[in-house]
């Protein structure tokens, strides 16, 4: 079926891993959530900050993630109530993901920056300083399924591994795309 409501360019859609909720996002600065049986729309979360321009459910289906453009906020996905808000000043994001564990939270960035949040600790902030291979943007982020594993994905075509938890996040690189990767 056809889901209206949208006012502006959808930019980021996600399904929760039990395939109840549909969430989108895109340029009108709302996070709308949809009932997968039934079609309706269930809620509507203002973005705090812009665009929406990545969306995730973490592995439970308990939270959602959202990238606003200059926050990264994390939602209840049964009250849809905000959990919690990570914000860098000056920063804007690029791609949300949960690690499988729902411990971490990472998104890319500019500046060749990406972060990792903690979910369980707000001001907790692992920062990534991918200067080591990324000379570009960071534009997508993704958790392996298996461990925390980190990949990142740059404008300048260098995919980057990284293992978090550990103190000393030391990235090994994947070299060969001829452009960008958008994650």
Same mark, same amino acid.
């Given at each position: 079926g056809l889901l209206t409501g949208t006012t502006d360019l959808g930019l980021c859609l996600a399904f929760s891993h039990d395939c109840k909720w549909f969430a989108?996002? !895109?340029?009108?600065?709302?996070v709308r959530i949809w009932d997968v049986h039934t079609l309706d729309c269930v809620a509507m979360l203002e973005a705090a900050d812009g665009n929406v321009r990545a969306l995730d459910f973490s592995a439970e289906g308990d939270l959602l993630a959202a990238d606003e453009s200059g +926050?990264?906020? $994390?939602?209840?996905?049964?009250?849809? +109530?905000?959990k919690a808000q990570y914000h860098i000043s000056g920063e804007v994001y690029f791609g949300a993901m949960f690690s499988d564990d729902q411990s971490w939270i990472a998104a890319g960035g500019r500046h060749q920056v990406g972060r990792v949040f903690n979910v369980s600790d707000e001001g907790h902030v692992l920062t990534a300083e991918l200067d080591d291979g990324h000379t570009e943007w960071i534009q997508g982020v993704a958790f392996s399924p298996r461990d925390n594993t980190l990949?990142?994905?740059?404008?300048?075509g260098v995919i980057q591994l990284?293992? $978090? !938890?550990n103190t000393k996040l030391r990235p090994r690189s994947l070299v060969g795309h001829q452009g960008r990767v958008w994650g």
């Amino acid at each position: 079926g056809l889901l209206t409501g949208t006012t502006d360019l959808g930019l980021c859609l996600a399904f929760s891993h039990d395939c109840k909720w549909f969430a989108t996002g !895109g340029r009108d600065a709302i996070v709308r959530i949809w009932d997968v049986h039934t079609l309706d729309c269930v809620a509507m979360l203002e973005a705090a900050d812009g665009n929406v321009r990545a969306l995730d459910f973490s592995a439970e289906g308990d939270l959602l993630a959202a990238d606003e453009s200059g +926050s990264l906020r $994390v939602f209840d996905a049964t009250t849809w +109530s905000l959990k919690a808000q990570y914000h860098i000043s000056g920063e804007v994001y690029f791609g949300a993901m949960f690690s499988d564990d729902q411990s971490w939270i990472a998104a890319g960035g500019r500046h060749q920056v990406g972060r990792v949040f903690n979910v369980s600790d707000e001001g907790h902030v692992l920062t990534a300083e991918l200067d080591d291979g990324h000379t570009e943007w960071i534009q997508g982020v993704a958790f392996s399924p298996r461990d925390n594993t980190l990949a990142t994905a740059g404008k300048d075509g260098v995919i980057q591994l990284w293992a $978090v !938890g550990n103190t000393k996040l030391r990235p090994r690189s994947l070299v060969g795309h001829q452009g960008r990767v958008w994650g």
